[in-house]
């Protein structure tokens, strides 16, 4: 799996943006759904705990985590939408279901 540009989602296009800050919360990443961008921090971003550059796969975790979230706001599932436990695990089911379907 790669961490693209873009990424489309029943016809409308999200941009993925590699950033040093995400928001005010030091996330990891965010999904900001009216303007239909996806920050994500950069590997070498600095404000990621103290520690020097953030590990591939988490920042593939995180882009899974925030394409859940959009994915459950496009099918108006807003309760699933809004619960951080689901997500992060549906994430961590993909993260384990994706390089297998890719064949690796
Ligand atoms: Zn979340």
Same mark, same amino acid.
């Given at each position: 799996m790669k961490i693209p540009k873009k990424i489309k989602l029943f016809g409308c296009e999200y941009a993925i943006k590699q950033v040093n @800050?995400?928001?005010?919360?030091?996330?990891?990443g965010k999904v900001f759904i009216d303007s239909g961008i996806i920050k994500l921090l950069k590997k070498?971003? @600095?404000?990621?705990?103290?520690?020097d550059s953030i590990p591939e796969d988490k920042r593939k975790q995180v882009l899974l985590h925030e394409l859940c979230h959009l994915m459950f706001y496009v099918i108006s599932e807003t309760e699933l939408y809004n619960n951080e436990k689901i997500v992060d695990n549906m994430a961590n089911c993909l993260m384990e279901l994706i390089p297998q379907l890719e064949g690796k």
């Amino acid at each position: 799996m790669k961490i693209p540009k873009k990424i489309k989602l029943f016809g409308c296009e999200y941009a993925i943006k590699q950033v040093n @800050k995400v928001d005010d919360d030091n996330s990891l990443g965010k999904v900001f759904i009216d303007s239909g961008i996806i920050k994500l921090l950069k590997k070498d971003s @600095k404000s990621y705990a103290g520690f020097d550059s953030i590990p591939e796969d988490k920042r593939k975790q995180v882009l899974l985590h925030e394409l859940c979230h959009l994915m459950f706001y496009v099918i108006s599932e807003t309760e699933l939408y809004n619960n951080e436990k689901i997500v992060d695990n549906m994430a961590n089911c993909l993260m384990e279901l994706i390089p297998q379907l890719e064949g690796k």
